[in-house]
C-alpha cells in the first residue's frame, strides 16, 4: 500500500538500523536528536500551566522546584527540559504522593541482566561521556549498554560540545525519581534480597544523617558481604 502513503510517523524505545532491512526504508529522517523538534515528544513547565493547571487545582498546593526534582530533566539537545510522560504527574495529583510511578509502571530487569553480563558499573552511568553516533544508533551485535539505557528513558543527554570533527553527549540520570529507583532496584537485583536491602538503605542514610559513621561501616559491610565475586 506504499502508493497510498504519504507520511509515516515512526516511534518505539530504541533505534533500529534502517540497512538491516530493505531499501524502501533508507528515506527514513531520523529527528530523535534534531533539536527544533526536541519537545515533540514530551512536555515543558509551561505545559504544566497552561495545559495541567486549568484542570487540576491541585498543582497549585504543590512544590513546583519539588515536581522538577523529581520527574522533569530530560532533553534531547533543545532548550528546555522536559517531563517525559503525564504519567508521573496525573499520579502525583492523584494521590498528592511523590513516588516513582512510572518506575514502578515497569521496572527494567532485562536491563540489570545486560549490566550484570557486561560487568558494567553503576558509577559508569552518571556523567559519561558518549560519542553523538553511539548515542543515537542501535547494533544488536555491537550496540553500547549507555546508549540503550538513553533510548529507553533512564538517561539523558546533559551536555553536548563538538570537539574538532567529534561531536560528545555527557549523558546522565534525568531526575531523582530515575536514579533513585533504578540503583536500589539493580542493588535488589545483584543481591537478590529486595526487601533487606530497602530496609538496609534507610538504615544507611539514617547513618549518614546522625554521622554515624561506625554503624554506617558496619552495615554497608553486611550488605557487601551478601553479592558474590565474579
Known amino acids: 500500500m506504499e502508493e497510498h502513503i504519504r507520511f509515516v510517523f515512526v516511534t518505539g524505545i530504541t533505534m533500529f538500523s534502517k540497512t538491516s532491512f530493505s531499501s524502501g526504508l533508507n528515506n527514513l529522517t531520523n529527528i530523535s536528536l534534531y533539536p527544533p523538534l526536541a519537545a515533540i515528544c514530551g512536555y515543558t513547565d509551561n505545559d504544566l500551566d497552561t495545559v495541567f493547571a486549568p484542570v487540576a487545582p491541585e498543582l497549585e498546593g504543590l512544590d513546583r522546584d519539588r515536581i522538577r526534582t523529581w520527574y522533569n530533566g530530560y532533553n534531547w539537545l533543545g532548550d528546555e527540559r522536559l517531563y517525559n510522560n503525564p504519567l508521573d504527574i496525573l499520579h502525583l495529583f492523584h494521590g498528592l504522593e511523590f513516588q516513582a510511578h512510572w518506575f514502578q509502571s515497569g521496572e527494567p530487569g532485562y536491563l540489570y541482566r545486560l549490566l550484570t553480563e557486561k560487568k558494567v558499573s553503576p558509577m559508569q552511568l552518571e556523567n559519561c561521556v558518549l560519542d553523538a553516533d553511539t548515542v543515537s ?94
Open 137 to 230: 544508533k542501535f547494533e544488536m551485535d555491537t550496540f553500547s549498554s549507555e546508549a540503550l539505557l538513553f533510548q529507553s528513558g533512564y538517561l539523558t543527554i546533559r551536555e553536548r560540545e563538538v570537539q574538532e570533527d567529534c561531536v560528545l553527549c555527557r549523558l546522565d540520570y534525568p531526575n531523582f525519581e530515575v536514579r533513585s529507583s533504578f540503583n536500589r532496584s539493580l542493588a535488589e537485583h545483584l543481591t537478590g534480597r529486595g526487601r533487606e536491602m530497602a530496609a538496609a538503605g534507610k538504615t544507611l542514610i539514617q547513618c549518614l544523617f546522625s554521622n554515624n559513621f561506625s554503624k554506617f561501616r558496619e552495615k554497608a559491610n553486611v550488605l557487601l558481604d551478601g553479592i558474590p565475586y565474579p
